[in-house]
């Protein structure tokens, strides 16, 4: 990894569909930390959320967010999203069904999720201790919940 000049470090917050995606073509990132569920999406849900804690980054970065589908392929990106500045470790959710954010779910039946975050400059930092989870739902978000899974880092 290159030998990066941390300077004075905020967080950031989603606050979903408010913000506008840009493109990212030929960005570069500095750090990329992928979370995926610990074993396999369940089938036969609609919704599904990812919670996560607000990571620590450099105050001129930007920081986008990516799901990958199983074949490696983007489902869904959202780009730009540090405006809010609150404090490190803030619980954050990433909500994705058909017509809101993402499409069909169906593509994650039984296979790993992966959600990955990344950074254009600097570092980028997320508290070890903080759970990161996956939670399935029928009948859209405030359906029935048909499973919780843990997150894990996967990369870092």
Same mark, same amino acid.
């Given at each position: 990894?290159?030998?990066?000049?941390?300077?004075?470090?905020?967080?950031?917050?989603?606050?979903?569909?408010?913000?506008? $995606?840009?493109?990212?073509? +030929?960005?570069?990132? $500095?750090?990329?930390?992928?979370?995926?569920?610990?074993?396999?999406?369940?089938?036969?849900?609609?919704?599904?959320?990812?919670?996560?804690?607000?990571?620590? #980054?450099?105050?001129?970065?930007?920081?986008?967010?990516?799901?990958?589908?199983?074949? +490696?392929?983007?489902?869904?990106?959202?780009?730009?999203?540090?405006?809010?500045? #609150?404090?490190?470790?803030?619980?954050?959710?990433?909500?994705?069904?058909?017509?809101?954010?993402?499409?069909?779910?169906?593509?994650?039946?039984?296979?790993?999720?992966?959600?990955?975050?990344?950074?254009?400059?600097?570092?980028?930092?997320?508290?070890?201790?903080?759970?990161?989870?996956?939670?399935?739902?029928?009948?859209?978000?405030?359906?029935?919940?048909?499973?919780?899974?843990?997150?894990?880092?996967?990369?870092?």
């Amino acid at each position: 990894m290159k030998n990066l000049i941390r300077k004075s470090l905020v967080t950031v917050f989603v606050v979903g569909a408010v913000l506008i $995606s840009v493109a990212s073509a +030929g960005t570069e990132f $500095s750090k990329t930390v992928t979370f995926k569920t610990a074993k396999p999406a369940p089938d036969g849900f609609d919704a599904w959320t990812f919670f996560w804690k607000v990571p620590t #980054i450099d105050v001129e970065s930007r920081l986008d967010y990516t799901v990958l589908r199983p074949d +490696g392929n983007e489902y869904y990106s959202q780009n730009d999203i540090a405006r809010i500045k #609150i404090t490190p470790g803030t619980q954050n959710e990433s909500g994705f069904k058909p017509g809101f954010f993402g499409g069909d779910p169906a593509v994650f039946y039984n296979k790993d999720i992966r959600f990955s975050v990344r950074v254009t400059k600097g570092d980028m930092l997320f508290d070890p201790n903080d759970k990161f989870s996956f939670t399935f739902y029928k009948g859209g978000f405030k359906g029935t919940v048909i499973e919780s899974i843990d997150a894990v880092m996967e990369s870092q």
